[in-house]
């Protein structure tokens, strides 16, 4: 239980904000903004997200926290979810991707939010589960009317599973999306074992206080 994630749309301005926060211990806090721009290497420039930018810490190679900024246009965040019901642990196979690798490669070659969820579900490790949001910038209407489809998509992961889907029409009715290291999706809701738990997507403090400011 150590992230909260925000995406916000601003009917008002037309604006779209992505923020994400990580409470841990003292010792885990120290942080370092990154830049990694492959876009001048061979091909690079043919990637979409050449360029990304992210929290991090020293000697990480991906964000952890995980917040991403990315050339593509595309925003991406995480909270991580925990595996109550050991059992599913038996999906685990080494045929298989880490979850720190999966979202570089998924970062530099979607240039869509859609796209991004389809490469970022492939192989998936099972092995550090999240709940991710990434939401396309370059969906925004620059008129400031109403969002179109594949704004933003929502995935969840568990081992054996990966569930996403498009999350725009939640966006634009509520204008918020939150991710509070809690399944939205049953299915995942179910399988990680949160079903045998207190905690609950849409009650928990956080959605609360989501909601409320």
């Known amino acids: 239980m150590h992230c909260s994630g925000l995406v916000k749309h601003v009917r008002a301005t037309g604006d779209l904000i992505t923020g994400h926060t990580t409470f841990n211990d003292y010792q885990f806090m120290l942080r370092v903004y990154k830049t990694y721009d492959f876009s001048k290497g061979r091909g690079g420039a043919s990637y979409p997200g050449a360029v990304s930018s992210f929290s991090s810490r020293p000697g990480d190679l991906h964000s952890k926290d995980d917040f991403y ?16 019901d050991k059992s599913i642990y038996g999906e685990l196979s080494p045929r298989s991707v880490p979850c720190w690798a999966r979202v570089h490669v998924a970062n530099r070659a979607a240039a869509t939010a859609d796209g991004w969820a389809s490469i970022f579900g492939e192989h998936n490790s099972g092995t550090h589960n999240n709940q991710w949001i990434a939401t396309d910038y370059k969906r925004l209407p620059t008129s400031g009317g109403a969002l179109p489809p594949n704004t933003a998509w929502m995935l969840e992961q568990m081992p054996g599973k990966v569930v996403a889907e498009d999350v725009t029409d939640v966006l634009a009715e509520d204008t918020f999306l939150y991710s509070i290291n809690i399944p939205k999706f049953k299915v995942i809701f179910d399988l990680s074992g949160y079903n045998e738990t207190a905690f609950n997507y849409t009650t928990d403090v956080r959605a609360q206080m989501f909601r409320r400011d």
């Open 69 to 84: 900024a990315l050339s593509s246009g595309l925003s991406v965040l995480e909270t991580s979810l925990t595996v109550f």
